[in-house]
């Protein structure tokens, strides 16, 4: 049968603002209510897709989170829930103020320009948010609560400023993270980063690191690499603390070992160059040289210093440490190997079992002391230093102990002799918060030459940023809100006196880390979050993002709830149930950049192939975690297939009652079946395969028997347009109307599977004789192996292929083979 609208061109823009129109009247995507119960007993879901940054209009990355983000808010609601979809824009940070440097703006106006633009992508991708919740960090109704927050933290001992080595990058004047460090350079501008002490904001995480790896249990929907990740950034490692006496020097030293047991094989004292002890111990007589080496140090980035290739060098301080288990005298050299924000700064050296030591001892022609067996050639002769477990050998009253009771007995020895005891270390960091930039939340703190550091009273919050009055890149290298003196200039809180606003901004993970709490009412004004849009709505149930997140700001956002839940204003402990990883797209086989010629433009593919076919593309291409390379895929091949539905939905003629075809329905029901599992299993890909598959089985039925008219097609091809609604929502807003329905497809729910459709009366069986067909049985999908192969051994046909042969063997595997293999 020809197709009645065979002839008719699919166009993927005809009704986009028809349907946008449709969805903001009838407020479809607006949650009942945000922070009261309607005691309407549907269940509640929290979406959350991770909020874009403001750099420009939407691109290829975005399409992909948000898609994926819209597929699951909207199957939510479609299967009963009240569903929140949030949307807001991380709109402080860096980038936006170097652009406002490039083109002599001002960062807010470049921001919220920039954010306009977005929200109208956003609109005519057709993601179904709730724009009641829209909130920008940027705004002082927002940072006002950042700043809240630090004065909440600063009470409470968890925020500290202090001197700190840092990243600063010269040409942003700004202190970068060590992810932000790329080989050395700014990963922004590229410029080389250097090292400096600087005095700087921090928020002390590390006093949540166990409970940070405890709570991790609860993650269970987190994807496990995520969690790895996060593990081994929290870095817990127990072992013991131990106390080295410095020679001419009343204060020991203390380091932290995980190899307690290898304390009899150290030879020599390293201390970060970079650290305060360094140039504390550093002898009068070596103080030319170690400060020659102290500059080389800090043009170095941490990331460089703990390469594992990188040449060991290091300078003698003229100082000795005393082994407190053997009483042997160690020289202390100071070295870049060793971080300064690493335990105390400084480690004791064993060469035999720890290959950065060893690399430092042959470098330095220092002793190597093997004092665990581990059944390996000795270092000193292999120049490959032994890590493992095995017998402690040159060991004093502990040799011939296994590692582990030898640990256990030293560690007790040491306590004996009030020398050390056994403790757990973090591989975490204090989280440094303060930047040196304007675009940013100032930090809410006076300084007072008399009364040293005042929190600004809670009522004088926000702390706005200066509108005018200061000089975003200062020609003396000051920090930008430095060079506003008027702005600077306030009186102080507790004295009175004249003092001076902090200078420095928050970090842009300060605005992310708790984001989500303030979407269910944005406008709040009697605290960060209003209690009953918590109660009703949190934790996130849905919450979508890359992986690049995986560890700062997704740890930073557990941290901050942990901190307001033992303040007693968070229920829960954990922010989000469960995290959906989306990859990359990319462009043969390479992140889309302008400087490699391979990018791709969003809003040129929505122009060429409509919103729909780019949404049905991303999600078509692989499971949500896969990078999407845009050259192995192409939009047009979604256009064709949305063309089929539209084209089917016009064909369906029947409208009388009755249920149609056994046989069609069955086939509908089992596919809407498949499909709810693979939605309810995250696997979209595979659900929109199904959703083909049942066009394909609804356009045979209508070219053929039973035909358009039979009421088994009108269930089927309703049920395709309002699941493909989460993937391809204006096309299925077409169909839905050329099947003669009116308002929503959104407001008619998911289809349901009738149960009775899903058993299978009868499957073939297939019987095989020495690997080759022989015949094929009808059989109950749940008959046993022994009543299969029985028949499989009475067929007639397998009779005459054995052709009198013995039976070696019978291999069943019920209920769809049986193969029979005889004897040679």
């Given amino acids: 049968m020809q197709s009645s609208s065979a002839n008719e061109a699919y166009d993927p823009h005809a009704n986009t603002e028809k349907w946008l129109g449709v969805w903001q009247d009838r407020k479809v995507f607006e949650a009942s209510d945000l922070t009261a119960d309607t005691g309407d007993g549907r269940p509640r879901r929290y979406v959350v897709s991770m909020f874009p940054y403001p750099s420009g209009d939407l691109h290829m990355g975005h399409a992909e989170v948000y898609s994926i983000g819209d597929a699951l808010a909207r199957y939510a609601r479609l299967t009963g829930a009240d569903v929140l979809n949030p949307i807001g824009w991380d709109s402080f940070g860096l980038p936006a103020e170097n652009a406002a440097l490039r083109r002599n703006l001002d960062p807010g106006s470049w921001t919220y320009g920039n954010i306009d633009v977005q929200a109208e992508s956003f609109r005519r991708l057709g993601i179904s948010f709730d724009w009641r919740t829209r909130l920008h960090t940027s705004d002082p109704e927002y940072y ?17 400023r202090k001197a700190a080595p840092v990243n600063w990058c010269p040409n942003d004047q700004t202190v970068l993270a060590n992810e932000q460090v790329v080989q050395g350079k700014c990963e922004r501008c590229g410029a080389e980063v250097e090292r400096r002490n600087l005095t700087q904001w921090f928020y002390r995480i590390t006093q949540y690191a166990q409970r940070l790896l405890d709570d991790m249990d609860q993650l269970g929907k987190w994807p496990e690499d995520v969690l790895r990740m996060q593990r081994n950034w929290i870095g817990r490692s127990t072992g013991a603390r131990v106390q080295f006496t410095i020679e001419d020097r009343d204060e020991p030293v203390q380091v932290f070992t995980t190899r307690p047991d290898t304390l009899f094989g150290a030879t020599f004292f390293v201390v970060a160059a970079d650290a305060e002890l360094a140039d504390d111990l550093c002898a009068p007589e070596q103080r030319g040289e170690f400060e020659a080496y102290l500059v080389k140090t800090r043009a170095a980035t941490d990331i460089e210093r703990l390469a594992a290739d990188r040449p060991k060098t290091g300078v003698f301080l003229g100082r000795y440490a005393i082994n ?29 079992h720890d290959q950065r030591d060893l690399d430092f001892a042959v470098a330095m022609g220092l002793p190597v002391r093997m004092v665990v067996d581990t059944g390996e050639a000795d270092p000193a002769e292999t120049g490959v230093a032994t890590a493992g477990l095995g017998a402690l050998v040159n060991s004093g009253q502990f040799t011939g102990q296994d590692t582990v009771a030898g640990k256990a007995a030293i560690i007790a020895e040491l306590g004996r002799l009030g020398l050390g005891e056994a403790t757990v270390n973090y591989r975490l960091r204090d989280w440094l918060l303060s930047r040196q930039r304007y675009w940013g939340t100032p930090i809410p703190i006076i300084h007072c030459p008399s009364c040293g550091e005042v929190p600004v009273p809670e009522a004088d919050l926000p702390v706005r940023l200066p509108e005018s009055g200061y000089e975003l890149r200062p020609t003396d290298g000051r920090a930008p809100l430095e060079s ?30 708790w984001y989500f709490l303030r979407y269910p009412n944005p406008g709040y004004t009697d605290g960060p979050f209003d209690p009953e849009g918590i109660r009703r709505w949190l934790p996130v149930a849905e919450y979508i993002g890359g992986k690049e997140h995986a560890i700062l700001h997704l740890l930073y956002a557990r941290f901050i709830t942990k901190v307001l839940h033992d303040r007693g204003l968070l229920p829960f402990v954990e922010p989000f149930t469960r995290l959906t990883n989306q990859g990359q797209v990319i462009m043969n086989g390479k992140a889309m950049s302008k400087s490699l010629g391979n990018l791709v433009n969003l ?62 329905r069955r086939q509908v029901h089992r596919l809407i079946d498949a499909t709810t599992t693979l939605m309810d ?13 049942l066009t394909t089985v609804l356009r045979k039925a209508a070219d053929g028997t039973p035909g358009p008219a039979d009421p088994a097609l009108r269930e089927g091809a309703e049920a395709l347009v309002r699941m493909l609604s989460c993937f391809a929502p204006f096309t299925a807003e077409d169909g839905w109307e050329r099947l003669g329905r009116t308002a929503s497809v959104i407001e008619h729910g998911w289809p349901h599977a009738e149960p009775e459709l899903l058993v299978v009366e009868s499957v073939t069986c297939v019987v095989q004789v020495a690997g080759k067909v022989r ?50």
């Avoid at 950042?146 to 925020?159: I, K, P, S, T, V």
């Avoid at 593309?617 to 949305?642: H, Q, R």
């Avoid at 059989?779 to 051994?793: G, H, T, Y």
């Avoid at 009475?794 to 005889?822: F, M, T």
């Fill in 324 to 352: 407190p288990i053997n009483g042997e005298k160690l020289p202390v050299y100071a070295s870049d190997y060793v971080l300064a924000d690493y335990g105390t700064g400084a480690v004791m050296a064993v060469p035999a």
């Fill in 144 to 160: 006002r609560w950042n700043q809240w927050m630090f004065l909440l933290m600063y009470r409470e001992g968890l925020a500290y």
């Fill in 775 to 824: 015949d094929r049985l009808e059989v109950a999908p749940d008959i046993s192996e022994d009543d299969l192969r029985a028949l499989a051994l009475a067929s007639a046909k397998v009779d005459r292929a054995l052709a009198g042969a013995a039976i070696r063997d019978v291999i069943v595997r019920a209920p769809r083979l049986v193969n029979v293999i005889p004897q040679k």
């Fill in 681 to 693: 299993g995250r696997r979209l890909n595979v659900a929109i395969a199904r959703l083909m598959e």
């Fill in 603 to 664: 809003q040129e593919q929505i122009a060429d192939y409509g919103p729909d076919a780019v949404r049905v593309t991303m999600l078509f291409a692989g499971p949500p975690e896969d990078d999407i390379d845009w050259a192995d895929v192409s939009p047009s091949g979604a256009v064709k297939w949305l063309a089929r539905v539209i084209r089917l939905a016009g064909d369906v003629t029947a409208s009388s009652p009755g249920e149609g075809s056994l046989e069609l």
């Fill in 484 to 513: 506003a003196t008027d702005w600077l200039a306030v009186p102080c809180p507790t004295c009175g006196g004249a003092a001076r606003r902090d200078t420095d901004t928050m970090d842009t993970f300060v605005d992310s880390s």
